[in-house]
């Protein structure tokens, strides 16, 4: 009998209860920035306005990864934040959570999905069919790290 991958027990579902966007935003500081020496309220810095999709990963009741997008405007969409726990990495989460990101939110017409991915994280985005879109930004808090972003998007069809 092939043991099972800690994937495949992973649930990916909308963040809709208060303690589950709790539970995210402590995975995004935790996996983000955290490490890098920065407060605990960093997030709300990068808030935008508009509709946001938050979505996570389950397992065994534990929220193991997430992502959230804000909404640009009618077909363009961008994924803000994408956080998975050390353990879980590698293993197939962060692609099911674009995955059903990619699933809401497609449309009769063509659809673009943008982030500024971190230098750590673009070999990630390229294998999910995101493509650079030449632009590239430094964050001081992040430039002192090594860390720096560049734009990437992705046309669905």
């Not at 999905?113 to 879109?133: D, E, H, I, L």
């Not at 964050?139 to 069809?157: D, E, S, T, Y």
Request: proline share 3%; aromatic share 8%; hydrophobic share 40%.
């Amino acid at each position: 009998m092939k043991a099972k991958q800690k994937s495949d027990a992973v649930e990916i579902m909308d963040a809709v209860a208060d303690k589950q966007r709790d539970e995210l935003d402590l995975l995004l500081w935790s996996v983000l920035w955290q490490p890098l020496g920065l407060p605990r309220d960093i997030r709300q810095t990068f808030e935008l306005s508009g509709s946001e999709i938050d979505l996570i990963a389950v397992d065994d009741g534990s929220v193991v990864g997430g992502v959230v997008v804000s909404r640009i405007s009618a077909n363009k969409y961008e994924i803000r934040h994408i956080a998975v726990k050390a353990g879980y990495q590698g293993k197939s989460v962060g692609t099911r959570l674009v995955e059903e990101l990619i699933r809401q939110i497609r449309q009769d017409t063509s659809i673009s999905v943008q982030t500024w991915a971190r230098n750590t994280s673009a070999g990630f985005f390229t294998k999910s069919g995101f493509k650079p879109a030449g632009e590239r930004l430094e964050h001081p808090a992040f430039a002192a790290h090594g860390i720096n972003f560049q734009r990437m998007h992705l046309k669905v069809p």
